[in-house]
């Protein structure tokens, strides 16, 4: 059996991606789900290299989550071809794909609903995910994260 291939993105690669990515990562071993390759990404090089930023890797590592050696790094059109589900924060995200994806995948991207989506949608919330960077809230992004991942294992791991 094929892996399904998650790619989460945020703006920057150091905060929401990461911990959805490593949460993601932590509730698939816990449960003893395998046959997932899961990873994260930006949607700006504003952060590339940068590891994960010292709030949201205390906050993975107060729950026993380790993040060590990851390193933020931008999604590529590649990325896109090789991920089956590309994961997005929030809607400006959305927005910044169409720097990175080339014009007709961008336009055409409404004809594959599942590839492209918003974490907080597969719980069912039509929001996005909270963004600590501007809040300091790294507890409501927890939250979030939890919900989001919660909701995709439930979805994914069923079919």
Known sequence: ME???ILFV?????CRSPMAEF??????SC???EGFEVASAATSTEEIGNPVYPPARRMLNSHGIDCSGKHARQMTARDYEYYDYIVLMDRN????????LPRDIYEKESTKPDKVSLLMDWAGK?????????????QATWDDVNEGCDAMIDKLASR
């Open 3 to 5: 892996k399904v291939k």
């Open 10 to 14: 945020c703006h920057g690669n150091i």
């Open 23 to 28: 949460v993601m990562k932590h509730k698939l």
């Open 31 to 33: 449960a003893g789900i």
């Open 93 to 100: 995200n959305l927005r910044n794909l169409r720097w990175i």
């Open 126 to 138: 039509s929001r996005d995910v909270a963004d600590p960077w501007y809040t300091g809230d790294f």
